[in-house]
């Protein structure tokens, strides 16, 4: 946020493990792909239906970017 004059609050993030909790905790919109730990899915706001790359492509169709 500091190098990129961004709020926190106005970033997207995508994670799938327990390492990426902090980080999702923070931005404005958090996602996660279907095979991504439960503890993260149980926090995210929305869950794709495709693992990996096939899921990042189905949160960013989902974001509408």
Not at 4 to 18: E, K, P, Q, W
Not at 36 to 52: G, K
């Amino acid at each position: 946020a500091d190098v990129t004059n961004i709020d926190v609050g106005d970033m997207a993030g995508v994670g799938d493990s327990a390492s990426d909790v902090d980080f999702l905790r923070h931005v404005g919109r958090a996602a996660a792909p279907s095979n991504a730990t439960a503890n993260v899915q149980a926090m995210v706001e929305f869950v794709s239906t495709r693992e990996n790359a096939a899921g990042l492509l189905e949160i960013l169709d989902h974001w509408q970017l």
